[in-house]
């Protein structure tokens, strides 16, 4: 399921947090997380949307240093994914959306981890989180050994396929 900021409805300066659940980041590495947004001003509302994370158990917040994610609708690159428009919006096409990708490196190794979607409303349009995902981007490998003994019906190899998996959570 989608999650929608209601900006539209919100009167400015009002903000609320989306918080997932706690991930324990030992012995990751690299950690991400991608989203796809999707977001329309109203004429030049300048509602934002940012990632906070937390290393208390949610007690606290804290954008990142260097921050980590925090776009609005003037901010450059812009959060916006359509042109203005005075009509609630709902997005239609999945041309509406786009990926978003934050490294949440700064965190690495960390055993508690919250991570807050924070939408601040300038009382422009609606925008839309979905398809969040928080991993270990590590490159993986996988070691082989040469096939033999090869004919039309049979392939003998060598020894086993290896190929560790890491972390991915959705």
């Known amino acids: 399921?989608?999650?929608k900021a209601d900006f539209y409805n919100a009167d400015t300066t009002v903000s609320g947090m989306l918080r997932t659940p706690i991930f324990?980041?030992?012995g990751v590495t690299n950690p991400k997380l991608d989203f796809y947004v999707a977001y329309r001003t109203y004429t030049i509302q300048d509602d934002s949307l940012q990632?906070?994370?937390?290393?208390?158990?949610?007690?606290?917040?804290?954008?990142?240093?260097?921050?980590?994610?925090?776009?609005?609708?003037?901010?450059?690159?812009s959060l916006s994914t359509l042109n203005p428009n005075v009509a609630i919006f709902?997005?239609?096409?999945?041309?509406?959306?786009?990926?978003?990708?934050?490294?949440?490196?700064?965190f690495a190794g960390n055993a508690s981890i919250m991570i807050a979607f924070k939408g601040?409303?300038?009382?422009?349009?609606?925008?839309?989180?979905?398809?969040?995902?928080?991993?270990?981007n590590v490159v993986p490998f996988v070691t082989t050994t040469a096939a033999t003994d090869i004919t039309p019906y049979t392939v003998t190899t060598g020894g086993n396929v290896t190929s560790p998996f890491h972390l991915c959570i959705r």
């Open 120 to 136: 601040i409303s300038d009382n422009g349009n609606n925008c839309w989180i979905d398809q969040v995902k928080v991993y270990d």
């Open 51 to 77: 990632i906070w994370v937390s290393t208390d158990m949610g007690q606290t917040f804290v954008p990142g240093s260097p921050v980590l994610y925090q776009k609005s609708y003037t901010s450059t690159p």
């Open 90 to 106: 709902i997005p239609s096409a999945s041309s509406d959306w786009r990926l978003e990708t934050v490294d949440l490196s700064q």
């Open 1 to 3: 399921s989608a999650y």
């Open 24 to 26: 324990n980041f030992t």
